[in-house]
Structure formats: structure tokens, C-alpha cells
């Protein structure tokens, strides 16, 4: 044990240790000192105003000042993305910039962009309705009959048309005229206008009802369609003329224009009138074009010399909201002269974070230093594992079951091995393993590139897993060459085969059977079992065994790194009282049962392992007869089921009146608080700072070892009974891909049809693809899942740690802002 106690740590075996500190900082200092700290990334704030609302605290002001500018950036930042401009370039930031300049910059741009948006809006509103009138010109006229006198039409025309736009009072003397004129009592009337399209049936429909259809509807489709200043949408429009009589009538009509947004244009019957107003509105258009363009480009301009800075100012403002968001959680002392901070820092990081402070005394001038010292803690620490981007991904999938408790030991050391393997187990074909291999390639190869780019959900679970599906591929090759299946197919990759024909005349291999000859095939499955009368039950009986060894294997490698988190926890009591009977319990069954499997396997035996695992609980002493593997083996076997008998209470009730016996002496006749114990605190919550001092409850920690042991034996047998998922998986991937081989590649390929042939290949394709690599890849992939959350880390992990959570610059989103 001395050996064991002197090797080195492992890094990632247990987490870092962790120091409880505590800041003093003088006011002239703190920001600094916190945006030093926030660089470095190394130091997690405790929130000492946890009682106070956001609005009570001493730097809400500044926090919601950050929080305008970060609206204002977004601001620009959609208004860049809707005028579609691409911004490239990006230089450095402005390192003298301060805050306060930088929000008066804000403000002058965000005044200046609303300003332009307001005019341009106009504009294109003007813009629109001239070219709305300039469509009605053109086609209304064709609907207007000229016959009348061109007084009398002049008349009717001046008196019906009312018009709903008082921007046409500016265009020309000619419009101002046409728009005013004595009324006509008698005739036939009508008024123009324009419409979107998808309003047009319901209102001719509405028009005829109002009137009693007595009206002429006319309609064209306008040539151009109308931008939205809104949307910046186009809407495609309608040009209507309704003929009517009477005064009462072209009241409705006016009001059902109105109602539905319809605009009215007047359009005079008059020949040279009609030329003379569509010239000036063409020209009124043409100024306009020119005035929108040139506003447009300065709007751009202006956009894109904001576009350069845009990324650095919303750094910038991310940053100085996180650092006051930080500031917060600090307290000022009695004098209000300094802030007092706590936080958790890892051991090796005090000298670094010491540094920066010492920068930050210095770059602000003050004359008082930073205080820096470490405090005593009555919560646990947070949890802290140095990953890089190989580990991250195994770290993270042990993380979704629970983050470990502090320095218990980490399953993800072992999960980076365990975890691809068990999956290659299930997935074992090196032709699917190739393909998985060329995937993983292609995202290493592009890790750069991807790593900067914005990816689906999909992709980014998929690229962050990258060197597990790396991992997942090498092991399916290997189970692949060991099962011999390349897409199903066996290759006499070592050799020729072990067996041959019965006799010179069999021809047939695969239904007259086959005998051996020489010496085993060197690795692996031999390729003759592929496809002959007893390959299905030859891999049964190969596949079950071996998911029963690993599992055995694991659960035991599970139970042993329990005995070392209790030899690193000081706590003898969970290495006597239940590390010693779960090895007897779980060997004494499933050991002894995987010992018979290797030594059947290493003599040839025929025993019959189903009779001899069930007669040694339903008749111990009979006779094992032709089942017996080794001498003194019943006698073995009776020894072995007694030490599982015994080690059933010797879990159960030891530890419980051991507990209770030591704290009856530690502290009998005081009424003063429980301290801390190793071996008393192993099951208690580590998030609890009042639960050191709770009253010795021997009822609660009786029933929790009741059923903690009730829990290890049923789930000692459905745990093993769980890993015989391997064997069912990897047989049922072994299936599909025979079955999809035979009834679709080679079926297809014995027409003597190149439609034929090309559509087995195609269905094929698609089955091996969509069924086989993604659909069996997931399946694995959950079943490895499982094996390792429940039936390995339930063995020794708790998992109710909590992350370290440094407060860093580089873990900012924008989601934070």
C-alpha cells in the first residue's frame, strides 16, 4: 500500500485541489483587478449578495448602462444584416477607448442611423405613391371613354375623385388644378386608384353590395411591384377604375377604398392633361430614384465604417458588463473604501492570479495593495478537471450523468478506453468501422476551420464528439477483423482455415458440415463458420460469454476504484464493511461463473455452465457428473455460495452501529456541534454548509445501508444480465448486414440487368448508410451510454458534485448580451 500511496497523481484521475480565498480590494482598483482576473480565468466568485435584488446593488447603474449600449450595438447590427452588407477587416481595438466615450459615440451614431432610416422612409413612401399614380395613369386611361365634351368630363372628373394623399399637393400646378373645380350634380362617374392584389375579390365583392351593382369594376395588373418601407417587402398590386352615378354612391365607394387601404389617383379624360401629369410625375420619379440612391449609399457608408468596429465595441461592452455583473457580488467593507470578495481558485492557480493583481495595483496607481489570503471553507469545493480537446468530449459525457463529487475518482479516465470499445463490441464490422474512420478524419482534418463556424445542433454535437467517434471507428475495426466482417463478407485475412470438407466428396461445406484439421485460425472468427449450419449458434455462445467476461471485468474495475476513493477519503470503514463484501458477493456469483467460461473455453469442455450455475443455489451437494470443469469443485462452489450469504449482513449491519458506536464516544455528554469526520461525512451532501451540524440520525443511516445493500445484490444480477446487451446488439448489427448483403447486393446482382443491378446497389448504399451507420451507430452508441452511467459509475461514483465556474472573458456569448 506504501507503493500505492507514493506513485505520482494523475492529473485527471481526481480534480484539482482547490483553495478558498479572499479578496480586499480598494475601490480605485477593483475594475482593473477584476478585468485582470477575468482574463486570466482562474477564479470563481461566491456572490455575497445573494439577498440583494439586481436593483439594490452598488453597480447597477453601470450595469444598466452597458445593457443600453448593447442594445444600441444589436441595433446596428441588425440594421448592417438588412442592407445585406458584408463587413471585412477587422482592426485592432481601441485600446485608450473608455466607456463614457464610447457611449456618447453610440448615442451620436444610433441618432444619426434613426435619423436616416426616418428620412429614407419618406422618401420611399413619396417614391411609392408617385410610382402608384404613374401605374394608374397608364392603365386607367385605357379604361376612360373619351366621347363626352372635354368640359364636361374635365367637370365630373375635378368633382368625384377625393383623394386620400395630401403629398400630391406638392408636386405640380397642374395636380393642384386638376384637384380642385365645381362639381357636377348629373352623369356618369368613377374613381381610380390601386390596390394589393390579394385584397381585390373581397373588394369588388363589397363594392358590389354597396352599391346594389350599380358600378362598372375595371382591373389591371400594375407592371411594377411595390416595395414596403416597413417589410422591405415587394407586394404585387392591382389598378381598378368603378364607374358609378350618383353622389351618395361615391361616398361608399370612397369609404370602402379606405377601409380596404386603397389609394385614389385622379386621372383626367383630357388627352393633353393626361400626357402633360404623367410627364411631370415621371420626372418627380426620376429625381426621386436619385435622391434615394444617394441617401442609400450615404446610409451604407456610414453603416460600414460602423460594421469595422462593430465586433471590438460589443467585446468591449460584453466585458465591462461582466466585470460590473462581478463587481456586484462584492461587498464594500465598514469604511466603503474597499470591496471584500470570496471565491474558489484552484491550488496551482494562486501564484497567477497573485500576479495579476499585483499588475492591477500597479496599472491603477493606488497606493494600498490588494489583499490576498487564504480562508477556511465549510462547503465543498467545486469540481475542476484540466480537459483539452481530446478528453473534453469523454469528460462531458460522464458530466451528463453528474458532475463528481471533489477529488472522487473520475470515470472518465477509464470511460475514454471502455466507452468506444464497449460500443465496438455491439458495432463490430471493420467496413462500417472504415467508414466511421473517414467521418472522424474529415472533421480533425477540418478542426480548425469548423471550430470558427457556426454549426447546426446536429453538427456541433457531432464535431465536438469528433475524437470519440476517432476512437469508436478504431475499435470497430478491431472487433470487425475479430469477428471477421467486412459488410458481412469473411476474408481469409490470416491464413486458410482450420476446417475443411468431411470427406473428399462433400461439396457442399455449408450443408454437410465441416471438420478441422489443423491447427485454429491465428485471430479472430474463422471464415468458415460464416454461413455453415452452426454459425449462428457458434457466434451465440461466443458473443454471450464474452458480454458476461466484460461485464464481470468492468463491475469489478468499478467496485475497486470505490476501495480507492475510500483509501484517498481516510474512510476505513467503507473499505472493511463494503469493499470487502461486494468483491466476495459479486465474485463469488458472477467471478466464479466467468472463471467456468474461460476454462471451458482453454479444455474443450461440454459442461453445461446453465446446469451447473443453477444447481449450485437449487441443490449445492449433489454431483456435478460430466459438468464438472476442475477437481474439488463442488466443495469450491459451496464455500463460494456461503461467502455470498455472509456478505449479504456483512454489508448491512456493521457500518450503521459502527457509526453510531464512534459517535457516542466522540461525544457523549457535549452539546456542542458535530466536527467534521472522514469516515461520518462520506454520504452527506457536500452543498450543505449547516450539515456538519445536524444531530446523529441512527434510523435515516440504518435504512440508507439497507438500501445501498439491497441495491449492490439485485443489481449485481440485473447488471450482468445488462451486458448481455453487447451480445444482442453485435448480433443483431451482424444480421441486418448479412441480410441486406444477400437479399439486396447479391440478389441484385444475379439478374442479368443493369437497371437491376444499379438499383440493388443504390438500395444497398442507402441501407448501409441510413440503417447501419446512423441508425445502429446511435443505437450503440446509447446502449454503451447506459452500461457506463448505471452498471459501472454506480459502483463507486456519487456524481453530486458542482463545476468549477471561473469567471472568464473567454467563456462570454453573445447570448449574454
Not at 36 to 43: D, K, R, S
Not at 732 to 754: P, R
Not at 771 to 797: D, N, P
Request: proline share 3%.
Amino acid at each position: 500500500m506504501e507503493y500505492i500511496d507514493n506513485l505520482p497523481a494523475m492529473d485527471l484521475l481526481r480534480s484539482e485541489k482547490m483553495s478558498f480565498i479572499q479578496l480586499i480590494i480598494p475601490a480605485e482598483s477593483a475594475h482593473r483587478a477584476i478585468s485582470y482576473i477575468g482574463e486570466l480565468g482562474l477564479l470563481q466568485f461566491r456572490d455575497l449578495n445573494a439577498d440583494k435584488s439586481p436593483f439594490q446593488r452598488t453597480f447597477v447603474n453601470q450595469v444598466k448602462r452597458c445593457a443600453e449600449m448593447s442594445r444600441k450595438l444589436r441595433f446596428f447590427k441588425d440594421q448592417i444584416s438588412k442592407a445585406g452588407l458584408v463587413i471585412s477587416g477587422r482592426p485592432e481595438m481601441q485600446s485608450n477607448l473608455e466607456l463614457e466615450g464610447l457611449e456618447r459615440q453610440l448615442a451620436e451614431h444610433e441618432h444619426e442611423l434613426i435619423e436616416m432610416n426616418s428620412n429614407n422612409e419618406k422618401l420611399l413612401q413619396t417614391y411609392n405613391e408617385l410610382l402608384e399614380f404613374k401605374m394608374v395613369l397608364q392603365k386607367a386611361g385605357g379604361f376612360l371613354v373619351s366621347g363626352k365634351s372635354s368640359a364636361v368630363a374635365e367637370e365630373r372628373e375635378l368633382d368625384e375623385n377625393v383623394y386620400s394623399n395630401e403629398a400630391y399637393a406638392e408636386t405640380a400646378s397642374l395636380l393642384e388644378q386638376e384637384m380642385r373645380g365645381t362639381p357636377v350634380q348629373s352623369g356618369v362617374r368613377f374613381i381610380s386608384g390601386i390596390i394589393t392584389k390579394s385584397k381585390v375579390l373581397r373588394f369588388e365583392r363589397m363594392l358590389f353590395r354597396a352599391t346594389r351593382g350599380n358600378m362598372l369594376f375595371n382591373q389591371a395588373v400594375a407592371d411594377e411591384y411595390i416595395k414596403d418601407p416597413t417589410s422591405d417587402e415587394k407586394v404585387e398590386k392591382m389598378v381598378f377604375v368603378v364607374f358609378f352615378s350618383g353622389e351618395q354612391a361615391g361616398m361608399k365607394i370612397l369609404k370602402i377604398c379606405e377601409a380596404f387601404g386603397a389609394n385614389c389617383y385622379p386621372v383626367p379624360e383630357e388627352i393633353g392633361r393626361h400626357s402633360q401629369i404623367t410627364k411631370e410625375v415621371l420626372t418627380r420619379l426620376s429625381e426621386l430614384e436619385a435622391t434615394l440612391d444617394a441617401g442609400i449609399r450615404h446610409r451604407n457608408e456610414a453603416l460600414t465604417a460602423l460594421g469595422f468596429h462593430l465586433t471590438n465595441w460589443m467585446n468591449m461592452v460584453r466585458r465591462e458588463k461582466a466585470v460590473y455583473d462581478t463587481l456586484n457580488m462584492l461587498n464594500f467593507d465598514v469604511t466603503k473604501k474597499c470591496l471584500v470578495g470570496e471565491g474558489w481558485c484552484p491550488v496551482i492557480a494562486k501564484t497567477q492570479i497573485q500576479e495579476a493583481l499585483r499588475r492591477a495595483t500597479f496599472d491603477s496607481s493606488s497606493q494600498v495593495g490588494i489583499i490576498f489570503h487564504v480562508v477556511d471553507a465549510v462547503e465543498s469545493p467545486p469540481t475542476f478537471f484540466r480537459t483539452n480537446c481530446f478528453t473534453k468530449a469523454f469528460q462531458e459525457i460522464v458530466d451528463a450523468y453528474g458532475v463528481a463529487r471533489y477529488q472522487e475518482a473520475n470515470p472518465a479516465v477509464y470511460t475514454v478506453i471502455t466507452f468506444p470499445f464497449l460500443f465496438a463490441v455491439m458495432f463490430g464490422d471493420w467496413g462500417h468501422g472504415i467508414c466511421l474512420l473517414l467521418m472522424a478524419l474529415f472533421l480533425i482534418s477540418r478542426e480548425s476551420r469548423l471550430a470558427s463556424q457556426k454549426l447546426g445542433s446536429f453538427m456541433e454535437m457531432l464535431f465536438g464528439g469528433r475524437y470519440v467517434v476517432l476512437l469508436m471507428a478504431l475499435f470497430s475495426i478491431f472487433c470487425g477483423i475479430l469477428y471477421n466482417e467486412f459488410f458481412s463478407v469473411a476474408f481469409h485475412m490470416f491464413g486458410g482455415s482450420a476446417y475443411r470438407c468431411r470427406d473428399s466428396t462433400c461439396s457442399d461445406a455449408n450443408t454437410v458440415g465441416l471438420v478441422k484439421f489443423r491447427d485454429p485460425y491465428p485471430f479472430g472468427v474463422d471464415p468458415s463458420w460464416r454461413g455453415s449450419r452452426s454459425e449462428l449458434p457458434f457466434l451465440n455462445s461466443l458473443k454471450m460469454k464474452m458480454s458476461i467476461l466484460l461485464g464481470v471485468t468492468q463491475m469489478n474495475l468499478g467496485i475497486i476504484l470505490s476501495y480507492f476513493n475510500a483509501r484517498f477519503f481516510g474512510s476505513s470503514i467503507d473499505i472493511r464493511y463494503q469493499f470487502v463484501p461486494q468483491m466476495i458477493f459479486l465474485n463469488s456469483l458472477f467471478g466464479y461463473l466467468s472463471l467456468l467460461i474461460v476454462i471451458k473455453w482453454c479444455t474443450g469442455s461440454q459442461a453445461d455452465l446453465y446446469h451447473v450455475m443453477i444447481y449450485m443455489f437449487l441443490n449445492p451437494m449433489d454431483e456435478l457428473g460430466e459438468n464438472q470443469l476442475f477437481w474439488g469443485q463442488r466443495p469450491f462452489q459451496i464455500l463460494l455460495l456461503l461467502l455470498a450469504v455472509i456478505a449479504v449482513p456483512w454489508m448491512l449491519f456493521p457500518k450503521p452501529f459502527i457509526l453510531r458506536k464512534l459517535h457516542s464516544q466522540r461525544f457523549q455528554g457535549r452539546t456542542y456541534g458535530v466536527l467534521r469526520s472522514s469516515e461520518m461525512d462520506l454520504d452527506a451532501e457536500p452543498d450543505s454548509a449547516q450539515q456538519h451540524h445536524e444531530e446523529f440520525n441512527f434510523s435515516e443511516i440504518f435504512v440508507h445501508q439497507l438500501i445501498h445493500s439491497i441495491e449492490f445484490v439485485l443489481g449485481a444480477v440485473s447488471n450482468t444480465a445488462s451486458y448481455l446487451r453487447l451480445w444482442a446488439l453485435s448480433l443483431a448489427h451482424s444480421e441486418l448486414s448479412t441480410v441486406f448483403y444477400e437479399k439486396v447486393l447479391l440478389l441484385s446482382w444475379g439478374y442479368d440487368n443493369l437497371v437491376i443491378r444499379l438499383v440493388g446497389i443504390a438500395v444497398f448504399a442507402f441501407a448501409t448508410a441510413f440503417i447501419l451507420l446512423m441508425m445502429e451507430t446511435l443505437s450503440a452508441f446509447l446502449h454503451a451510454l447506459r452500461l457506463h452511467w448505471v452498471e459501472f459509475q454506480g459502483k463507486f461514483y456519487h456524481g453530486d458534485g458542482y463545476k468549477f465556474a471561473p469567471f472568464s472573458f473567454a467563456a462570454l456569448t453573445e447570448e449574454e448580451d
